[in-house]
């Protein structure tokens, strides 16, 4: 049972990535499924939302416009699609899950019932 984040990589400025973040062992129905980026020295920044149940999504306001979360059709994988890329972008990006939690709760971090490993975004400017 585990959560993976994949499709980083190197992107010029104003590019695109898309991530995944798939699971493994259980399915994301009902779970709400966050996106948080760590740079190197900084502490864990929470960047996107969206609960299963209804849909609704939240992001941080460093991304808001730029970024998007999604669920796939299948029930096992959730995806950030980010477009006009920026240098202040790269980092470390990785998904929690939390049963039936408000975003209020995931965007905390805290106390998650998955966390799945990382995937390295970086942004040349």
């Known amino acids: 049972v585990q959560l993976q984040a994949s499709g980083g990589g190197l992107v010029q400025a104003g590019g695109s990535l898309r991530l995944s973040c798939a699971a493994s062992g259980f399915t994301l129905d009902y779970f709400t499924i966050g996106w948080f980026r760590q740079a190197p020295g900084r502490e864990r920044e929470w960047v996107a939302c969206?609960?299963?149940?209804?849909?609704?999504?939240a992001y941080a306001d460093s991304v808001k416009g730029r970024f998007t979360i999604s669920r796939g059709n299948d029930k096992n994988t959730a995806f950030l699609e980010m477009n006009n890329l920026k240098a202040e972008d790269t980092a470390v990006y990785s998904c929690?899950?939390?049963?039936?939690?408000?975003?209020?709760?995931?965007?905390?971090?805290?106390?998650?019932?998955?966390w799945g490993k990382g995937t390295q975004v970086t942004v040349s400017s």
């Open positions: 969206l609960i299963s149940k209804d849909g609704r999504t």
């Open positions: 929690p899950a939390d049963l039936e939690s408000p975003c209020t709760v995931v965007k905390t971090g805290h106390g998650m019932d998955y």
